[in-house]
Nanobody, 123 residues
C-alpha cells in the first residue's frame, strides 16, 4: 500500500515562512518524481512544485517561483516544501503527490496523492 502523509500546515502571517513535509511509504521513493499541488476554496487544484528522483531537477509554478523551494531526503523518504514570504493568496490545502514517469503540471497524470494539509496565511 502506498501512503503519502503531509504535515507542517497551519496558520502563518503574511511575509512569514512555513515548511511542509510529506512522508512516503510503500513505493521505491528514490525513483519517483515527487510534487506539491494546492487547492483553494472554489478553485481548481494548482501545480506548485516538483522534483525528480534521479537527478533532482525541479520545476515551480509561476505563482510561487522565487518564494518556495522543494527538496527531498531519500534516506528519510520525505519531500519538503519550504515556503518563504508567504502571501494571503497562498492559503490553500496543500497536497503531496508521487508520479513514476515524469514531472507534470496536470494533476490527473500523478499516480498517488496524500490527504492534504491546510495552510492559512493571515493578512
Amino acid at each position: 500500500q502506498v501512503q503519502l502523509v503531509e504535515s507542517g500546515g497551519g496558520l502563518v502571517e503574511a511575509g512569514g515562512s512555513l515548511r511542509l513535509s510529506c512522508l512516503a511509504s510503500g513505493l521505491p521513493f528514490s525513483t519517483y518524481v515527487m510534487g506539491w499541488f494546492r487547492e483553494a476554496p472554489g478553485k481548481e487544484r494548482e501545480f506548485v512544485a516538483a522534483i525528480t528522483g534521479a537527478s533532482g531537477v525541479t520545476k515551480y509554478g509561476d505563482s510561487v517561483r522565487g518564494r518556495f523551494t522543494i527538496s527531498r531526503d531519500n534516506a528519510k523518504n520525505t519531500v519538503y516544501l519550504q515556503m518563504w514570504r508567504v502571501r494571503p493568496e497562498d492559503t490553500a490545502v496543500y497536497y503531496c503527490a508521487a508520479n513514476f514517469l515524469s514531472i507534470s503540471i496536470i494533476r490527473t497524470n500523478w499516480n498517488y496523492w496524500g490527504q492534504g494539509t491546510q495552510v492559512i496565511v493571515s493578512s
